[in-house]
C-alpha cells in the first residue's frame, strides 16, 4: 500500500517562508509525477507546482518566483520551498503523486493535507 506523508505546515507571519515535506512510502515501483496542491476555505482545490521524473517542473501564477519544487536527496521525498507568503496563501496544501506500483501503472495517490496558514 502506498502512502504520502505530508508535513511542514504551521503558522507563518506575512512575508515569511515555510518547507513542505513529502515522503512517499510503500509497493513504489516508480514515481512519474509529484507535486502539491492546495485548498483554501471556501475555495476548490488548485494546482500549486509539479515535477516530472525528469525534472521538468510546472507553477500555478499565482506562485511563480515565490514557490519552489524539488526532489529530496532520500527517495521518493519532495520539498515545496514557499517564501514571501501572503494570507492568500493559506490553504491545506496536498502532496500528490502519480506512480506506479509493482503491480500497476499510472496510480494518483493524495496525501491527507497540512494546513498553513499565513497570518500576522
Known amino acids: 500500500q502506498v502512502q504520502l506523508v505530508e508535513s511542514g505546515g504551521g503558522l507563518v507571519q506575512p512575508g515569511g517562508s515555510l518547507r513542505l515535506s513529502c515522503v512517499a512510502s510503500?509497493?513504489?515501483?516508480?514515481?512519474?509525477?509529484m507535486g502539491w496542491y492546495r485548498q483554501a476555505p471556501g475555495k476548490q482545490r488548485e494546482l500549486v507546482a509539479t515535477?516530472?521524473?525528469?525534472?521538468?517542473?510546472n507553477y500555478a501564477d499565482s506562485v511563480k518566483g515565490r514557490f519552489t519544487i524539488s526532489r529530496g536527496d532520500a527517495k521518493n521525498t519532495m520539498y515545496l520551498h514557499m517564501n514571501s507568503l501572503s494570507p492568500e496563501d493559506t490553504a491545506v496544501y496536498y502532496c500528490?503523486?502519480?506512480?506506479?506500483?509493482?503491480?500497476?501503472?499510472?496510480?494518483?495517490?493524495w496525501g491527507k493535507g497540512t494546513l498553513v496558514t499565513v497570518s500576522s
Open positions: 515535477m516530472a521524473t525528469g525534472g521538468g517542473t
Open positions: 510503500g509497493s513504489i515501483f516508480s514515481i512519474n509525477v
Open positions: 500528490v503523486a502519480d506512480l506506479d506500483t509493482d503491480d500497476e501503472r499510472g496510480l494518483n495517490y
